[in-house]
Structures are given as C-alpha cells and as structure tokens.
C-alpha cells in the first residue's frame, strides 16, 4: 500500500490536536501571550500577533479536520457496505447508496413510512434506479 505523505501528516496532527498534550499546548500558548501582553501593556503589536496567528491556525485546522472527517466518514460508510454485504437479509442494493442524490434518498426513506399497497410499487421504482447508478 502506498504511503500519503499529507495524510500521515494530517492524522497526526489532527490525532494530536485532539490530545491531552494538544490541548494544554494550546492553553500554554494562551499564558504565554497573556504575560508578555502584560508586560507590553496589551499593546496593538501583541493584539495583531494573536489575531495573526490564530487566523492562520483556525484556516489550517479547518482543512485539517475535515480531510480527517471525510476519512472517517468514508470508512464507516465501507464498513456499513460490508456489513450490508454480509447479511444473508440484507438488501445488496443498498450498497453504494451514498452516492444517490438527496432527493432519491428522501424517495427510499419515504419508503419505509409508506402503506403496504403503495410499497411494492415504489420500492420496485426505487431498486431500479439503484441498479441503474450502481451500473455507472
């Protein structure tokens, strides 16, 4: 498997952020600050130091977390798969569903909240149009 560079450097950013030592890091930062704007009189200097560099923070980690969070995302949505895949009951065209538009998952959700008589029906119409992106 071939190694990502900026991934592996996302995850353990993003794993030490979230830790303890990212945490307290970020508090030691803010003492910092706080005792050399005391001693500089809270001065514009200090203040524009801070926006600064907490701007910048704040723009990376954005980027940051959400790589992370579309990683996560996609691993517990390929782990649902397998599951799915697994169950002998399981619908097998449910795989891959997330790649259906808002308005055709409002359709198969619409689907369980529906009569007995108009189910079958829909649920035909539904499993087609699965069929039909999966084949793409």
């Known amino acids: 498997m071939k190694k990502d560079f900026w991934g592996t450097v996302t995850s353990k950013v993003i794993s030490w952020t979230g830790s303890t030592a990212g945490i307290m890091s970020a508090n030691g930062l ?8 005391y001693f500089e009189h809270f001065s514009e200097e200090s203040q524009m130091i801070l926006n600064t560099v907490t701007s910048i923070i704040t723009f990376v980690m954005l980027f940051l977390i959400q790589k992370g969070q579309n990683k996560a995302d996609k691993a517990t949505q390929l782990k649902l798969d ?3 895949y697994a169950l002998e009951t399981g619908n097998n065209k ?4 997330e790649k259906l538009t808002e308005e055709e998952l409002d359709e198969i959700k619409e689907e369980y909240n529906l009569d007995e008589d108009d189910s079958e029906e829909i649920k035909e119409n539904i499993e087609e149009k699965i069929a039909t992106k999966s084949q793409r």
């Open 82 to 84: 397998e599951i799915i």
């Open 94 to 97: 449910r795989l891959g569903i």
């Open 30 to 37: 803010m003492v910092i600050w706080l005792i050399y704007g």
